[in-house]
């Protein structure tokens, strides 16, 4: 793969999507005050799970905000990245326009992950990190070198891990062809990764740590930014994500097999 | 000697199509068990295409044509049969061979609908790895041809459809493919904007040499541009050869209005031996095989008082629709 040739790609990928988006500016500021209105309601939302009950699953009010601090930056990621580029994948099944994808000299997978971006996405990444920072300062968290690289490699094999499901779901439409209902079904998953995977029951434990795993993508990271994660946990989350990736890699190239384009 | 470009041997293509009968309670039997049968859209079927021509695949719609331009470009898998083009395999979309063709279709786009064309063409660009300088000069090339300028830079969704399509035609371009895949690229399009699309196909193919298939339901694009065609129907090949000669098969005969001084010459003329369609007054029309048109004009310009005459041609979508709707048809 020739990295020089994906940077400039991913540039011109940046450069487009973001005059693209510029065009629409109510549009932004629209879903800028949403990203804030958001945060600030599901502040508040766990603010009243915890008004009655000092811990919920272990874990105080002041530890829950670390979760929620990961949630936003996770769902800004999704804001950003994932929701206009994977979305789009089952549109351009239906339509046939994965054609023009397809015939391009660059990999398809990069191509239809990376192309769009949502610019009002990084005011959550960004909101989502400054709530982090607050964490850190309420929990009284010593910062190290040690857990800064282990809470960057647990937040980017959380990414990869909800990226490889969601571009799962997604190429399963080249069979289907429309499989919004599943995707929003993992949305609405993802929503529990809010809280501490503790609160729930045992039943329900187990199916986020092993069908939707959720646990993964939330509650180890934070674990870790309480310095209460094991080392074979984060040893099983950049597994699960390893796997994850490389699966979902396999299932995409296996699934163009079987597209037959739309008929013209 | 010209090397055969595209070479496909008994190539066929089925698909799973499923079925369902009307009503909601088939609708509900749809939905619970579904029927599904394999369905061959492409049956064995041969062709060669060489470098730098330019071949019009023709057929009704459902014919396969598409069919066959999507295997060719390697976005369909083939059941059975072999396709080599430019000497891959279409299929394994191996990046050289992705750099030596482009897909153009009428009736989708690749332009970012937002921005102007000039940003999508530098995007192009840089997925095939062209530096700025040389995209540049491509860009300023492409458009001087297809006489578009001011238009490179207005958003998309304000163009014209003409003018989107030369602005696809540009981004498809940019890459300088020596094999060009079209299908129905003038869908849509004006006549001013049909005729400007051909003549610069023409000069393309003039200028690099670049092998061209295109599937049209405008005969005007098929005779205008290409010498030969293949006529694909229920994904057989009915025909495969020199358009003019199909043209002279399938309408051997032409149709004369004869205009005569007075009706006398109109009644001698009448019964001169010609097969006469009609006649009326002093004009008569008679129809003359192909291969004897001069020779029987002179003999009745040589013995008959003509004040004007008219060659009639048969409207060549008559011509060509007897090949699309036969499947055995005699040429």
Redesign the interface.
């Known amino acids: 793969m ?1 990295l020089r ?1 994906y940077l ?2 991913y ?3 940046l ?2 999507s973001l ?2 988006e510029l ?2 500016k109510s549009n932004i500021l629209i879903d800028l005050i949403t990203a804030i209105l958001s945060l600030i309601g599901s502040i508040f939302l766990l603010s009243i799970f915890f008004q009655n009950n000092g811990y919920i699953g272990g874990w105080k009010f002041e530890q829950a905000l670390i979760i929620q601090g990961i949630y936003t930056i996770l769902n800004g990621i999704t804001n950003t990245w994932f929701n206009p580029n994977l979305t789009e994948i089952v549109k351009h099944i239906r ?3 994965l ?2 994808v ?5 990999d398809s997978q990069f191509f239809i992950s990376l192309k769009k971006i949502n610019p009002s996405g990084f005011l959550e990444i960004m909101l989502g990190f400054f709530l982090l920072l607050l964490c850190i300062r309420i929990n009284q968290i010593n910062l190290s070198l040690s857990f800064l690289t282990l809470s960057l490699i647990t937040i980017i094999c959380s990414i990869c891990i909800l990226y490889s499901l969601w571009f799962f779901i997604s190429t399963t439409t080249i069979w289907f062809v429309k499989t919004w209902n599943a995707i929003e079904v993992l949305r609405s998953f993802l929503y529990i990764g809010r809280f501490p995977l503790n609160s729930f029951s045992f039943s329900l434990r187990v199916f986020f740590s092993i069908f939707i795993p959720i646990a993964f993508i939330t509650t180890i990271p934070s674990e870790v930014f309480l310095g209460l994660s094991q080392l074979w946990k984060i040893l099983l989350e950049v597994t699960v994500a390893t796997i994850f990736l490389m699966t979902s890699r396999k299932f995409w190239l296996f699934a163009l ?1 079987f ?3 739309a ?2 | 000697m010209v090397q055969n470009i595209i070479d496909v041997r008994n190539l066929s293509k089925s ?1 799973d199509i499923s079925s369902k009968e009307p009503g909601l309670k088939g609708t509900i039997k749809h939905f619970f068990r579904r029927q599904t049968k394999s369905l061959k859209v492409i049956k064995d079927i041969s062709f060669e295409i060489k470098e730098g021509e330019i071949v019009g695949f023709l057929g009704a719609n459902g014919a396969g044509k ?1 069919t066959i331009l ?1 295997m060719l ?5 083939p059941s059975e049969g072999s396709i080599f083009v430019s000497g891959y395999l279409p299929f394994r ?1 191996k ?2 061979f ?2 030596t ?3 153009i ?1 009428g ?4 332009l ?4 102007p064309p000039i ?2 063409f ?3 660009a ?4 062209l530096d700025k300088f040389e995209a540049k000069k491509r860009i300023k090339k492409l458009s001087e041809m297809l006489e578009i300028d001011e238009e490179l830079f207005i ?1 998309v969704r304000k163009l014209s459809l003409g003018q989107r399509m030369k602005s696809e035609l540009l981004a498809a371009l940019i890459h300088e493919p020596h094999i060009l895949f079209l ?2 690229p003038t869908l849509g399009l004006d006549i001013n904007a049909q005729i400007n699309l051909r003549k610069f196909l023409q000069k393309y193919n003039k200028e690099t040499n670049a092998t061209i298939c295109l599937t049209s339901h405008y005969m005007k694009d098929i005779t205008s541009l290409c010498k030969r065609v293949i006529c694909v129907h229920e994904g057989e090949i009915s025909y495969d050869g020199k358009l003019d000669l199909l043209l002279k098969k399938l309408s051997p005969v032409k149709e004369i209005l004869i205009v005569c001084r007075s009706e006398e010459d109109a009644i001698k003329l009448e019964n001169s031996g010609f097969t006469v369609k009609n006649k009326i007054k002093n004009e008569i029309t008679i129809k003359i095989e192909n291969n004897s048109i001069t020779s029987s004009l002179k003999t009745i310009l040589n013995n008959f008082d003509i004040e004007d005459l008219f060659i009639n041609e048969p409207p060549i979508d008559e011509v060509i629709g007897k090949v699309l709707i036969k499947k055995d048809y005699e040429i």
């Open positions: 020739n040739k400039k790609v540039k011109k990928f450069h487009t005059a693209s065009e629409y339509e046939g326009t054609d023009f397809l015939l391009k000299p660059i097999k597209y037959s384009s008929s013209s | 698909f598409t999507k470009c390697g976005l369909i898998y979309r990046e050289n992705l750099k063709i482009t897909l279709m009736q989708k786009q690749q970012i609908w937002d921005l940003e999508s530098y995007l192009n840089s997925i095939y790895d958003p299908d129905e």
